[in-house]
């Protein structure tokens, strides 16, 4: 089952999900939507994150790995600036998106959160119907101009979240009525709505059973041609699954970063290796 | 410590940790009975307590709602009625003229002696009696001369002609005839004559008296010369405009503050104190915030004495820390998952709390709300001192006139020296009251289930 790793291969069929064997390294040169350099992030006098420095690619999964606690989420936070929500919470260093630092004091937050989505670990519709809970992102950001495309814009969100044939005779029944799963693909299609460049995921399947994530990971491979994804993940078949790079976060350090392939295969740091094969974590 | 119970396989020892943990059971069982016993009991003892008093207040005041009233045939006597003919508008006439005229001709109305034809008509209904005019007066409700003065006034053809009126009995007549006197008391303990009292049984015997439902309750305002037709509406009417007042200043700015506080303020001293301070206006003695009122509102802003807008605006004072309170509590509650998914979207903050964090807390905030304005509708204290006490014989027009309020109206009924007529319409004012409340908890019962299915 493991392929060769000489040939780049940008096409997502070769990924299919029935693989469970580490993937080709994908090294086709892709430009770099967002940058971190030297990010620390404290909470309170107690420090979460020491100077996290990573390149993440366009148009591929980035995934982050590492024990509970070691600080995946707070960096995946950074990203779009919901750590701006949580009280006493500080970072310092510098992140950027397309060359703008997030940051800036010139730069709009709700901007940034419209160009950086963000699906969480828990479904959390809201508790309005399928079509609202769709159809409020693009309305708030006004990116619709009539009734006709604001449907045109659910109904492809929803495509694209592949939940369509299964919500599309119940548009206006609450979103919170659906199952775990289809929960799941609402909050993708909600998020992916307002057309952001980057959509940060943290653990999205962790509340799912095997079969509702298979159906994301499938989704998150296809959403992969036109978005940035960046997913937190407990699950190392996933992250292999899914990503195409692999960070692994240990007690608030970024310990590697690379190709997914090459960080399961031949991880460059001991602690990588003791992770990944289950030695702790 | 050799005792200690490690997890062991089940092979050895496990006859002895189940023998332990059965020792234990039926202690176990039997607090758990004797808790479930302890909760029904003091359940039991509050639905007595409620039911008890529920009993009393429908028993003292439902008789109340049915009044004796006459009903006998009055002759409208052209030589008692000596007035001049009801004025046309002359040609050539001016509005103001014919207006004047007018007025006279209401006053030669006005001067008959009406008292005459009432008690032509009542001896009419009982012929025979020995009562002399007063005492038969005395059993027919002071303002029925008026009544019959209006129906000629509506109507001069009545002249000469005879009508089948009703009339109420006066209270006291009202409480011979149920009983709420003791009938062997020595003449000189009676509210009533022994003529007059003999009159009310036979009219009662022979038809002419009934208890009938005593819709003027609900129609009348507060009299004190014709106590027998005394009624709530002018009290009704003031607890109507405070409640609208009440509404419309502590909802809005309740929810408001809660908001702010909740969601937007920066959490340091200021804010800190702020909240305590709320937290402790809820526990002020409702009658400060009346002093205050009277202080504030009537002193300073030389609002009117008695008006329902005072009333209002100090109950709002009032209910004020209820409603942020209860928002705040609503607010908290609401899970951090619907804010992050909001502002996860790109909802700014505003648009968050309005759009998805205060719809969820409706319910709560409607319920908050409601128990708010039902505490400020019972509530006596404050409204005495900014004069709402006072007798009022009309029904508010505006919030500006002058008015009581149910509470009220209750505790002067409650003072009134003619005890054993106004103990139970006390209790009529009581029920009154209550219904109100109850239709005020039905409506956000109602309402609250509407916006929880709406979700
Ligand atoms: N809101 C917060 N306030 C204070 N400390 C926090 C907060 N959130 C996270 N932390 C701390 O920051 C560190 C990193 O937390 P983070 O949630 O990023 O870990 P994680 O890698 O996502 O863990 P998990 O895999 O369990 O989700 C932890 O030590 C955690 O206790
Ligand atoms: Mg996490």
New binding site residues.
Partial sequence: MHMPSEKIVPSSDLYAISSSTVRTPDESPRPVRVTARDVSVF??A?Q?LFDVSIDIPEKAVTAFI??????????LRCLNRMNDT?ED?RVNGRIELDGQNIYDAALDVVELRARVGMVFQKPNPFPKSIYENVAYGPRIHGLAKNKAELDAIVEASLHKASLWSEVKDRLNEPGTGLSGGQQQRLCIARAIAVSPEVILMD?PCSALDPIATAKIEELIDELKQNFTIVI?T?SMQQAARVSQRTAF?HL?NLVEEGPTDMIFTSPGEKRTQDYITGRFG | MAETLVPQPASDGSAERLARIRAGLSARHSRERRFRFYGIAAIAAALGFVAILFTMILYKGLPAFTQATLEVEVFFDPEVISVDPMPVQQQGQSQAEFRRAMTDWQRQATMVNWNRIVEAAVRNAAPGTEADSRQLLSIVETNARFELRDRFVADPGILGSTARVKMLASANADNWLKGNINRDLPDAQQQLAAPARELADRLYENGHIRFAFASHIFTNVDSRSAPASAGLAGAFVGSLYMMLVVIVLAVPIGVMSAVYLEEFAPKNRLTDLIEVNINNLAAVPSIVFGLLGAAVFINYFRLPLSAPLVGGLVLTLMTLPTVIIATRSALRAVPPSLRQAALGLGASKTQTVFHHVLPVTYPGILTATIIGVAQALGETAPLLLIGMNAFVAQIPGTPLDQSSALPVQIYLWQGNENRNFFEARTSAAIIVLLGLMLTLNAIAIFLRSRLERRK
């Fill in positions: 909470y309170g107690k979460a590492g024990p509970s606690g070691c600080g995946k989420s707070t960096f949580i919470c653990e937190v407990h976060f608030g």
